[in-house]
């Protein structure tokens, strides 16, 4: 592959390319506004996801300051009054969306947004843009309605008070059928169409309760603290408070320090796995492990306080390891040694199921600079050099075999950008 100066500048030509083919514009009679976006894809994903919003902003943060606060701004018109942010804004007037929108919305002829949420990665997507263009201004607009999304979080998700934020559905964590969901639903097996059932049927129950989060929680069907979620919701809080810093709201700057710092602690204590030295996702109210290993075990990287034995053993032990996650193209999100893990895409004639194997951009993202932060530098510029080879040979696809670097599934696809943001 070329140097990578001269790569890095066709990259981004490629990148703009990929947001402008992505774009969608329109007149909102729901809000009665225009609005424009960038859709994680030109086919099949072309709504306005939350955290594929964020990722977008920070790539968009290089190159094109005024755009990606403008897809800030256009995601929170979709914030609800109470605070909460869906994982999907439907823009424009289709009168008919996908079944899935359906489910996992609140009851209506034509829903505007689901009702569920993702990883509220929006914070951080904010301060890589402040961090190249210092807009105050901006930050009195967007800061106060992110605040009101994480406090509804906490008010919300977190029953114990432990800060560790539950989520009601696998899409929530954004990697829909990551086979950690499995043991929640209670079925181990390899079959497709019992897996894809097992994950729909939560959503299903949480239609039928109308998406009330009490009465959710407190049956206990789908209840899980989730690591990429509350990684995510910690370092995102530590975002809010250095941001709020900068706008002199001291007060707010203290709050969302705190709240980070007791969702690490309580990641890092209660998420640890003594026996496997692995983290692992919690689920039901007795906060049982879910054992498998998956990338998600390796997302506590991503945390500024991870230190000592537990950091050294996650790296040594389980990300180098050849037979778990140092694959030919690293990271892929289920161990190699998992009967769960497969590195291929599913085939056309078969019910899709993601998140089994394949290596994802926006997953490596976090382990890349978590790795960075900790001073494992040699090893996130091995993964970053992979991922040049992958989208070199083979575009920006919307995941990657481990095993070859194949591309696969949708091209042009918006948060494979993110490698942008790690050269």
């Given at each position: 592959?070329?140097?990578?100066?001269?790569?890095?500048?066709?990259?981004?030509?490629?990148?703009?390319?990929?947001?402008?083919t992505?774009?969608?514009?329109?007149?909102?009679?729901?809000?009665?506004?225009?609005?424009?976006?960038?859709?994680?894809?030109?086919?099949?994903?072309?709504?306005?996801?939350?955290?594929?919003t964020?990722?977008?902003?920070i790539?968009?943060?290089?190159?094109?300051?005024?755009l990606?606060?403008?897809?800030?701004?256009?995601?929170?018109?979709?914030?609800?009054?109470?605070?909460?942010?869906?994982?999907?804004i439907?823009?424009?007037?289709?009168k008919?969306?996908?079944?899935?929108?359906?489910?996992e919305?609140?009851r209506?002829?034509?829903?505007?947004t689901?009702?569920i949420?993702?990883?509220?990665?929006?914070?951080?997507?904010?301060?890589?843009?402040?961090?190249?263009?210092?807009?105050?201004?901006?930050?009195?607009?967007?800061?106060?309605?992110?605040?009101?999304?994480?406090?509804?979080?906490?008010?919300?998700?977190?029953?114990?008070?432990?800060?560790?934020?539950?989520?009601?559905?696998?899409?929530?964590?954004?990697?829909?059928e990551?086979?950690?969901?499995?043991?929640?639903?209670?079925?181990?097996?390899?079959?497709?169409?019992?897996?894809?059932?097992?994950?729909?049927?939560?959503?299903?129950?949480?239609?039928y309760?109308?998406y009330?989060?009490?009465?959710?929680?407190?049956?206990?069907?789908?209840?899980?603290e989730?690591?990429?979620?509350?990684?995510?919701?910690?370092?995102?809080?530590?975002?809010?408070?250095?941001?709020?810093?900068?706008?002199?709201?001291k007060?707010?700057?203290?709050?969302?320090?705190?709240?980070?710092?007791?969702t690490?602690?309580?990641?890092?204590?209660?998420?640890?796995?003594?026996?496997?030295?692995i983290?692992?996702?919690?689920?039901?109210?007795?906060?049982?492990?879910?054992?498998?290993?998956t990338?998600?075990?390796?997302?506590?990287?991503?945390?500024?306080?991870?230190?000592?034995?537990?950091?050294?053993?996650?790296?040594?032990k389980h990300?180098?390891?050849e037979n778990?996650?140092?694959?030919?193209?690293?990271?892929p999100t289920v161990?190699?040694?998992?009967?769960?893990?497969?590195?291929?895409?599913?085939?056309?004639?078969?019910?899709?199921?993601?998140?089994?194997?394949?290596?994802?951009?926006?997953?490596?993202?976090?382990?890349v600079?978590?790795?960075?932060?900790?001073?494992?530098?040699?090893?996130?510029?091995?993964?970053?050099?992979?991922?040049c080879?992958?989208?070199?040979?083979?575009?920006?696809?919307?995941?990657?075999?481990?095993?070859?670097?194949?591309?696969?599934r949708?091209?042009?696809?918006?948060?494979?950008?993110?490698?942008?943001d790690?050269?």
């Open positions: 592959m070329q140097d990578k100066v001269a790569f890095k500048q066709q990259l981004i030509e490629k990148v703009r390319h990929v947001f402008k992505n774009t969608f514009q329109g007149y909102s009679r729901w809000k009665k506004t225009n609005y424009r976006f960038i859709a994680p894809a030109r086919r099949e994903y072309t709504y306005q996801w939350l955290w594929d964020g990722f977008h902003a790539v968009l943060s290089h190159f094109d300051t005024e990606a606060k403008s897809e800030i701004k256009t995601f929170l018109l979709g914030q609800w009054e109470d605070g909460f942010l869906p994982h999907v439907f823009w424009g007037n289709k008919i969306l996908p079944h899935w929108a359906y489910i919305s609140k209506s002829f034509r829903p505007h689901t009702a949420t993702q990883p509220p990665i929006l914070a951080i997507g904010v301060e890589s843009i402040y961090e190249k263009d210092p807009d105050k201004e901006f930050l009195k607009e967007v800061l106060p309605k992110l605040a009101h999304h994480h406090r509804w979080l906490v008010t919300n998700r977190d029953e114990d008070a432990d800060r560790l934020i539950a989520i009601i559905s696998p899409n929530e964590s954004g990697m829909d990551l086979p950690v969901f499995q043991y929640v639903a209670g079925f181990l097996g390899e079959d497709a169409v019992r897996l894809h059932w097992a994950y729909r049927k939560g959503d299903l129950r949480n239609y309760h109308n009330d989060n009490k009465i959710i929680l407190k049956e206990d069907y789908f209840n899980v989730e690591l990429l979620f509350n990684c995510v919701f910690a370092e995102a809080s530590r975002s809010l408070s250095r941001l709020f810093d900068e706008i002199g709201n007060e707010e700057a203290s709050y969302f320090e705190m709240m980070a710092a007791k690490e602690e309580s990641i890092i204590r209660k998420c640890w796995d003594e026996e496997d030295e983290f692992y996702s919690l689920y039901s109210h007795a906060e049982k492990p879910a054992r498998v290993k990338i998600a075990s390796l997302l506590p990287l991503f945390l500024d306080g991870l230190r000592g034995q537990k950091l050294t053993t996650l790296i040594e990300l180098l390891n778990e996650f140092w694959t030919p193209y690293p990271v161990a190699r040694n998992e009967p769960h893990y497969h590195p291929k895409e599913t085939p056309r004639h078969k019910i899709k199921l993601l998140w089994r194997g394949p290596t994802w951009i926006n997953t490596n993202w976090f382990i600079k978590g790795l960075r932060k900790h001073g494992y530098h040699k090893i996130a510029d091995q993964i970053v050099d992979k991922m080879e992958m989208v070199d040979k083979h575009g920006f696809r919307e995941y990657y075999n481990p095993e070859t670097g194949q591309g696969y949708r091209e042009n696809f918006g948060w494979s950008t993110l490698l942008l790690l050269l």
